[in-house]
């Protein structure tokens, strides 16, 4: 039987020019979780994506000026931790904000944080979605197994599910695209259960084209910092 957690739920949803999708995004995560606190961590997009998140219900933290996903994110964190001996919620669930229609299949990550299975839940894409080279997904693999023992399927995934403790732990997330990564190095060194769970995504594809190239250059780029920031304090060798 599915736990009944919402309101007791807070869904931070990465976006950056999301125009498109995020209405979708939302409407899915409203359904799957009624009652949730939605905020949406806006990068500074250009296009309609904040005036879209608050017509469908949802706070939305962010600046003019783009801060990377990282910093974004850590600021919507920051938000849903409630302050003055407030309860925590039960779940805080982080997603992208590509997913569509799809995020109303992210359930079972919080089913498995809330029925205690693991303190981390990571959602492994069940179809490759994407045409990339793997540089950056089998870095990061890499990277963690090196820093902490934690053989990752989906090293980079955006889709996660944890308890407010692994929340806490973990932040401030590391800059840009090297949150993931770090994300999950830092759970498991502080003794946390983390578990990947196939779930059938969907989501915006990069392509091999040049504006793909370059945003999976970013990620690597970002990745690596991570990976040597951990390094450098003193654990994974």
Not at 22 to 50: K, N
Not at 78 to 85: I, K
Not at 143 to 149: D, K, Q, S, T, Y
């Amino acid at each position: 039987m599915e736990a009944e957690l919402a309101p007791g739920i807070a869904v931070i949803v990465a976006a950056r020019d999301e125009a498109d999708r995020i209405a979708a995004t939302l409407g899915a995560l409203a359904e799957a979780f009624p009652g949730a606190d939605l905020v949406v961590a806006d990068d500074a997009s250009t296009d309609s994506t904040a005036e879209i998140a608050r017509a469908h219900g949802a706070r939305v933290v962010g600046g003019e000026r783009s801060r990377g996903k990282g910093a974004n994110v850590t600021a919507a964190a920051y938000t849903v931790l409630p302050g003055g001996g407030e309860p925590d919620p039960a779940v805080i669930m982080l997603c992208d904000g590509d997913l569509g229609d799809s995020a109303a299949r992210l359930r079972p990550l919080v089913d498995a944080v809330a029925d205690g299975d693991c303190d981390l839940a990571v959602a492994a894409f069940a179809r490759r979605v994407g045409g990339g080279l793997g540089l950056a997904v089998g870095f990061s693999a890499r990277a963690i197994e090196r820093l902490c023992g934690f053989r990752a399927r989906a090293p980079i995934s955006g889709q996660r599910a944890m308890r407010p403790e692994v929340l806490r732990a973990v932040l401030p997330f590391a800059p840009g695209f090297g949150m993931e990564t770090a994300m999950t190095v830092d759970a498991v060194r502080a003794g946390f259960r983390v578990e990947e769970l196939e779930l059938d995504l969907a989501h915006r594809a990069t392509g091999r084209t040049l504006g793909g190239f370059l945003h999976r250059g970013r990620q690597l780029r970002d990745i690596v910092r991570a990976f040597a920031s951990r390094r450098r304090a003193g654990h994974g060798g």
